[in-house]
């Protein structure tokens, strides 16, 4: 996937929970938000990105990277 | 004329407490309020009538109705009297009958003769009443002045009206102006010079006549007749049935001869349109017969080989074949699905079954991803339910409406003729929308503020109005206390009073004076019931979710919500746009909304289907296109759905599509999307299956069967054929089963059943234990979360910015006679009023260009260009262009970007930063376009493939 945009989405999450959940909780928010919405390819890529420097993440959205939990072994 | 079914009483129901009288001997009970009419035919009589309908006021023209009353002088109007307690009514004597047949015979003398050459037949009123009353003869012969020679106006591709005869009753008009609410015809001229005309006596085709057939239907004699009825004769059997296009969901009687519909006439019991139609749901059927249907599988190894006919079994073992093996090679992930907001929920149900269960993935999503995803994503959070929150009918009931985003005279037209009948009763309008909608200003109706915002700016509007709302002390305390999250509301109330909100610093932003927003804020929230009801203008933005959430934090706040006449009212789209998303099309959500990591609910399904469903989400659509680009996807089954045409972005998303190794595509036509696949499964039109449609109000209504599919199977058929090539069984042999099991699953729909969907007519859901007949207002007592939860609603910029290079935005909408990506509008008579895509630019932009009306004018984006012919017009303000994308050598997607809402991918097709020139040549992409669809339709003419026509 293009890193580049997955870098804007997660970003524009952050956009969205820094005002709505506080900056405080919303590294929380956002990893929650990943989660449950992502597809674990993605997922893994933000987390490859965030090890990498994360070039571009937000600061909620780094912070938020470093939460994530990477996705188990999937079904052959 | 009126639908075979139908038993007219002639004048409209009313609601009132109860007035006993006596007709002809009888004791009859009705409401106060009844006309005489009515309560005999009521009681089972039956008084001659031809200008009273129930679906008008009486208008007490005809006559013919008369009766006598003990105590009154005369022979009053049956239409037009009331009830009254202790009235003594005889509705046949001698005198009467008399009277009658004397005013029939003054009919008959200026009407045609011989009814059988008219197509109305027997049904014609008039010569049902003669009939009835035994006038065989005119005393008054055929010589004198009459209206026999009257030119007919055929004009109108599905009606024509014949003056010689109309019999000037009014219903036409009438029904134009109280049911579509148009006002286009109007009666001309005194006397025997009276007649009906169109506008200024322009015919019907070139008149403000929006085609809707409110007058056809209300016509009792042939004057006004569907050239269908002309062609096909009397119907044999009629047949309930639910429109298949706008999410309005209309009911209709279809009338019905040798498996052709000879006429659409809606339903007047029908609760989601209460006996009214559009253009495109009472005329645009033709589709499903059209020549362009696809009625052969096909498959084919490469998108540049020729399309090879095959029969269905080695279709769905081609395309199993093909998917397994992609699986094989790259991963059970790497392939997956879309479910279609055209198709039923059980098809809908079937398809995200055959992609969790068959396939083992959650790569499902539906076309709700690129219009209302963030619908249900804003009012899950807020409200606790992925859907509006109200009935059609509460509209009756509203006092302020709130319409944002959303163009119901156009996209959900029978709906907009409710609103407007509402607006004429009283109800005050405010419009949010950077164009001036018909709403705005039409016949009788005018809004009492316009907010017109700039694109891009919903969210800076909604909280300036908030801001409002806070800091004047309109906030309805006692609602909020009682029924939501203290401690969320307390924080949205505090950043709504922030002054960077107020109107006065948003203006800047939005565009709209702050003096217009104090003014439309206080009326909203302090002027009875209020509503709000919006469509895509809200959705298609990257704040689109941000947006939903903060028109419910505003309904919440002024108490608009859990009665008659408020609510949260998204327009959706698509027929059953609700239902796809009910039946659990989402890659993350189960049917009824269910996260995939609630273990239990995941056990349920687990045991039902005998899998292990996959707990983790799937891709969304523009996940699917951009991991097909990256070489992770491989594989897609489409059903009724044509990203190629309605994503955004179109180079991004054909050049997805062709990396695919095996796309199978299930439609009627070979749509642009089947342009790149492998595999063709030839689709069913609404007419050719039995299932069930949900429309936006939640009302779940039964699609029936009126023909056998043209390709021998219904599209569910054909899931169940490609899941059992799987290896999966399915072994349903009716939908109900489907349905059936779908109430097993789910907790909204436990009490639906086909049975009772036929008994009820319709059903809103929650239907369960607790609400056994369904559910037409949310969020009572409590909200589905239990405390309503309000949420912080920042505005942010669109990172689509106007600059030097792009300085217009270039926004989206629809049109009237035109429907989404126009595979089925584009081929009937409707594109005799829309055909082809325009761009709207303001007088002031196209003179800075040199642009006239009609120009060709290139349309740039930093997506792509396209060229379209330009309709210079100030329905949209300075800086905003608008187009359409119902055609798609249009390629109004070609420059749409992939900016998206930020909770669900959600395409801001409403943004777009373009420049306009005037050129001579189509773009470079529409030349590719023409080129490679002519070559595709080479493949698909190549011997062994096979079309309808």
């Known amino acids: 996937m293009n890193i580049q945009n997955l870098v804007n989405m997660a970003n524009d999450m952050s956009n969205f929970f820094n005002s709505a959940a506080g900056e405080a909780d919303a590294p929380r928010e956002i990893a929650s938000f990943i989660t449950r919405h992502w597809d674990p390819r993605m997922r893994s890529q933000l987390i490859e990105h965030g090890k990498s420097g994360g070039e571009g993440l937000y600061p909620a959205t780094a912070a938020a990277v470093k939460l994530l939990v990477p996705p188990g072994p999937r079904p052959a | ?949």
Not at chain 2, 126 to 137: R, S
Not at chain 2, 224 to 234: I, P, R
Not at chain 2, 619 to 645: C, H, T, W
């Open chain 2, 1 to 949: 004329m009126q639908s075979l079914n139908l038993h007219d009483h002639g004048t409209p129901a009313t609601v009132g407490a109860s007035v006993t009288l006596d007709i002809d001997g009888a004791q009859v009970t009705v409401p106060a309020g009844t006309s005489v009419m009515r309560a005999a035919t009521l009681a089972g009589g039956a008084i001659p009538k031809l200008c009273a309908t129930d679906s008008l006021a009486a208008f007490g023209s005809c006559r013919l109705c008369l009766v006598e009353i003990e105590g009154q002088r005369g022979f009053p109007a049956s239409c037009t009297t009331l009830v009254s307690p202790g009235m003594k009514v005889r509705t046949e004597s001698e005198k009467l009958t008399s009277l009658r047949k004397g005013v029939v015979e003054l009919y008959l003398s200026d009407h045609p003769e011989d009814c059988k050459e008219c197509a109305a037949g027997t049904r014609c009123e008039l010569h049902q009443v003669a009939q009835d009353l035994g006038v065989t003869e005119v005393r008054y012969g055929r010589d004198g002045a009459n209206h026999q020679h009257s030119k007919v106006d055929e004009s109108n591709p599905y009606f024509n009206f014949d003056p010689s005869a109309c019999i000037v009753c009014s219903r036409c008009v009438r029904a134009c102006g109280e049911v579509q609410g148009t006002f286009a015809l109007t009666i001309d001229g005194r006397g025997f010079a009276s007649r009906v005309v169109a506008s200024q006596d322009e015919g019907f085709m070139d008149s403000e006549c929006v085609s809707c057939g409110a007058c056809v239907e209300s016509c009792p004699t042939g004057a006004l007749t569907e050239k269908s009825l002309m062609t096909l004769g009397q119907p044999e059997k009629v047949v309930t049935t639910t429109c298949a296009y706008c999410g309005v969901g209309c009911s209709f009687e279809a009338e019905v001869k040798d498996q052709q519909v000879v006429r659409m006439v809606p339903s007047r019991d029908g609760k989601a349109n209460r006996g009214h139609a559009c253009v495109k749901g009472r005329f645009a059927y033709g589709y499903a017969t059209h020549a362009d249907r696809i009625t052969k599988p096909m498959i084919r190894s490469k998108i540049t080989d020729p399309w090879r006919e095959v029969s269905w079994d080695e279709a769905f073992k081609y395309a199993a074949s093909e998917f397994r093996r992609i699986q094989a090679q790259y991963g059970r992930q790497s392939v997956g699905g879309i479910t279609s907001s055209r198709c039923t929920n059980e098809e809908a149900f079937l398809v995200q079954k055959l992609v969790r269960a068959a396939l083992g993935t959650n790569n499902v999503d539906t076309c709700a991803r690129v219009c209302h995803s963030p619908t249900g994503y804003g009012l899950k959070h807020t409200l606790g339910e992925s859907s509006g929150t109200q009935a059609f009918d509460s509209v009756m009931k509203t006092d302020v409406m709130l319409v944002i985003g959303a163009n119901p005279t156009e996209g959900h037209p029978v709906f907009g003729s409710r609103m407007k009948r509402r607006l004429r009763e009283g109800a005050k309008l405010i419009v949010a929308d950077p164009r001036e909608i018909d709403l705005v200003r039409s016949p009788h109706v005018q809004a009492d503020y316009h907010l017109q915002l700039r694109p891009g700016t919903n969210v800076a509007l909604i909280n300036s109005i908030a801001h409002v709302v806070v800091t004047e002390g309109l906030v309805n305390e006692a609602f909020v206390a009682e029924r939501c999250e203290p401690g969320p509301f307390q924080r949205w109330r505090e950043f709504c009073a922030l002054e960077k909100n107020s109107p006065e610093a948003m203006q800047a932003v939005t565009g709209v004076p702050a003096a217009l927003v104090r003014g439309a804020a206080r009326l909203y929230a302090t002027g009875g019931n209020g509503a709000i009801y919006y469509g895509l203008g809200v959705t298609e933005h990257s704040q689109g979710s941000t947006m939903v959430l903060g028109i419910a934090n505003l309904a919440m706040a002024t108490g608009n919500i859990g009665r008659e006449g408020v609510g949260v009212n998204p327009l959706r789209g698509q027929n059953n746009v609700q239902g796809a998303c009910d039946m659990g099309s989402f890659p993350h959500e189960l049917a009824g909304y269910r996260h995939l990591s609630d273990s239990v609910t995941r056990e349920l399904f687990n045991g039902t289907w005998g899998v292990t469903i996959d707990s983790e989400p799937g891709l969304r659509i523009p996940n699917m296109l951009e991991a097909a680009l990256d070489g992770s996807f491989k594989a897609m089954y489409v059903q009724g759905e044509d990203p190629a045409q309605s994503d955004p972005n179109t180079q991004h998303v054909t050049a997805a599509l062709s990396s695919l190794e095996c796309l199978v595509v299930q439609d009627l036509f070979l749509n642009e999307t089947a342009k790149y696949a492998h595999v063709f499964f030839p689709g069913s039109s609404f007419l050719e299956k039995d299932g069930t449609f949900t429309n936006a109000e939640r009302r779940i209504s039964r699609v029936r069967k009126i023909m056998e599919p043209l390709a021998g199977l219904a599209d569910w058929e054909a899931t169940v054929g490609f899941a059992k090539a799987l290896g999966y069984d399915m072994p349903y042999t009716h939908p109900s089963q489907i349905m059936d099991e779908i109430a097993h699953l789910t907790p909204a729909f436990t009490g639906v059943s086909y049975e009772k969907l036929d008994r009820l007519g319709s059903i809103q859901w929650p239907c369960n234990e607790a609400a056994p007949e369904g559910t037409p207002t949310m969020h009572v007592d409590e909200f589905v979360r239990g405390k309503g939860r309000f949420y912080v609603t920042e505005y942010v910029p669109t990172r689509e910015r106007v600059n030097m290079r792009f300085p217009l935005i270039l926004t989206t909408g629809r049109i009237l006679s035109q429907y989404n990506v126009g595979a089925q509008t584009r081929r009937t008579a409707n594109v005799e009023w829309y055909d082809e895509d325009r761009v709207e630019i303001h007088p002031h932009d196209a003179e800075e260009r040199g642009v006239v009306d009609g120009d060709w004018i290139g349309v740039i984006s930093r997506a792509g260009e396209t060229v379209l012919r330009a309709a210079v017009t100030d329905r949209v303000q300075p800086g905003v262009v608008y187009t359409t994308f119902h055609f798609p050598e249009s390629g109004a997607n070609v420059i749409t970007t992939d900016n998206s809402d930020w909770a669900t991918n959600c395409p801001e097709y409403k943004v777009t930063a373009v420049q306009v020139v005037k050129v001579a040549q189509p773009s470079a992409w529409q030349k590719r376009f023409r080129q490679q669809n002519e070559q595709q339709l080479e493949l698909l003419r190549a011997p062994g493939s096979h079309t309808a026509g």
